[in-house]
């Protein structure tokens, strides 16, 4: 249970730097225009965390899946993770910078609420377990 308690932290903090990217990237670009010569392409931070996103997800989801077997949880992930793919590859050009962010933050919302209920219910697993045990023990 350790390995998909990281994972789903991982994730879901991979989810916040997804949303936190998608809000303030705009005045982190206009601020370093002033003060540095180097940029960084806001598309290859997209590419980025989708890249990372989905192998960690997908292993924190599955992982925690065997444990508890509650599809729903893995459904929502994957379904998170299908939007941030779709906005990723759409883009700009296609959705508008306002669609894009809505359609990411709709993704992450969804794959950090996922990923939230994987650690809940993997926790209260433990729980339950333990307390099983405790209790044939006396």
Do not use: W
Not at 2 to 19: G, H, P
Not at 21 to 35: L, R, T, W
Not at 55 to 75: D, E, N, W
């Amino acid at each position: 249970f350790d390995t998909t308690y990281i994972s789903d932290k991982l994730a879901m903090s991979v989810s916040t730097a997804c949303v936190v990217h998608c809000f303030f990237a705009p005045a982190i670009i206009i601020f370093s225009y002033g003060i540095s010569t180097f940029t960084i392409d806001s598309e290859i931070i997209h590419y980025a965390i989708i890249m990372i996103a989905i192998p960690l997800s997908s292993f924190a989801l599955t992982r925690g899946y065997r444990h508890h077997k509650i599809v729903s949880i893995l459904v929502v992930g994957i379904l998170g993770l299908s939007i941030m793919l779709l906005a990723v590859l759409l883009g700009e050009s296609l959705l508008s910078e306002i669609g894009e962010q809505l359609v990411t933050l709709i993704g992450s919302s969804l794959v950090a609420y996922s990923h939230f209920k994987n650690y809940r219910t993997c926790q209260q697993l433990v729980a339950l377990v333990m307390k099983t045990k405790k209790n044939k023990l006396v």
